[in-house]
């Protein structure tokens, strides 16, 4: 079974410090892994498909990479508009119906 | 951004009323999903659709029942509310080939008291 693990659960910033949020897999055959942001109360917002190690895809002030058992989204000097929590979802060969989420890890940027 | 859109945005009803969330999606997906999201809990998959006349159950078993008569729209209805069922309720849609993204609604608040 496909699972998703995310980490840390909660992170606190000052504005400009950058830091990085881990994501962890275990799939059977990855075909994607998307980082999505969620602001409360709201759906999800697609940010970035990686679908090989090594790949790497920028916006903004966000930065996501993929190893084979992990992804890390690297936020360069944060604004407080950055804070939501981000989420993680693999899409794997061994279902190929349905996202598998994480938790997601809920990011506060202070002023 | 995606054109996929839920209605109603929030939702208080009785219990044992039936309701039914709409959500409808403007980008011709051939796939779409219902996802059932606690407060500070990951999302779960409840329902999800390869394309028309084609409905199945996803991994959280949920009383409620989905349609999809059209590309464009895919209905869930609670026959009878009850308070275990208030949650967030997020509709999603991909297209159909390839390891595409998916896009999601705004979501749908449903309190049942």
């Known amino acids: 079974e496909d699972q998703v693990t995310q980490s840390p659960e909660a992170l606190r910033l000052q504005e400009g410090e950058s830091s990085s949020l881990n994501c962890s897999y275990t799939?059977?055959?990855?075909?994607?892994l998307f980082w999505y942001r969620q602001d409360p109360g709201k759906g999800p917002e697609f940010l970035f498909t990686l679908y090989s190690a090594g790949e790497e895809k920028e916006k903004e002030r966000l930065k996501a990479t993929l190893t084979k058992k992990e992804s890390f989204l690297h936020i360069t000097a944060p604004k407080p508009e950055d804070s939501a929590t981000y989420l993680c979802?693999?899409?794997?060969?061994?279902?190929?119906?349905?996202?598998?989420f994480g938790k997601g890890t809920l990011l506060t940027v202070n002023p | 951004e995606a054109d996929i859109y839920q209605t109603p945005r929030y939702l208080v009803i009785g219990t044992g009323k039936k309701i039914t969330l709409e959500c409808s999606q403007t980008?011709?997906?051939?796939?779409m999903y219902w996802y059932q999201q606690d407060p500070g809990m990951e999302l779960h998959l409840i329902h999800y659709s390869y394309g028309v006349n084609s409905t199945e159950k996803g991994d959280l078993s949920s009383e409620s029942t989905v349609s999809r008569i059209r590309t464009e729209h895919f209905p869930l209805t609670l026959e009878s509310a009850r308070p275990s069922h208030t949650s967030q309720y997020l509709c999603?849609?991909?297209?159909?080939?390839?390891?595409?993204?998916?896009?999601f609604g705004q979501g749908t608040r449903l309190t049942v008291v």
């Open positions: 799939v059977s055959g990855l075909r994607g």
């Open positions: 979802a693999v899409w794997s060969g061994g279902s190929n119906y349905k996202l598998t």
């Open positions: 999603a849609s991909r297209a159909g080939q390839g390891n595409t993204e998916a896009f």
């Open positions: 980008m011709g997906h051939d796939k």
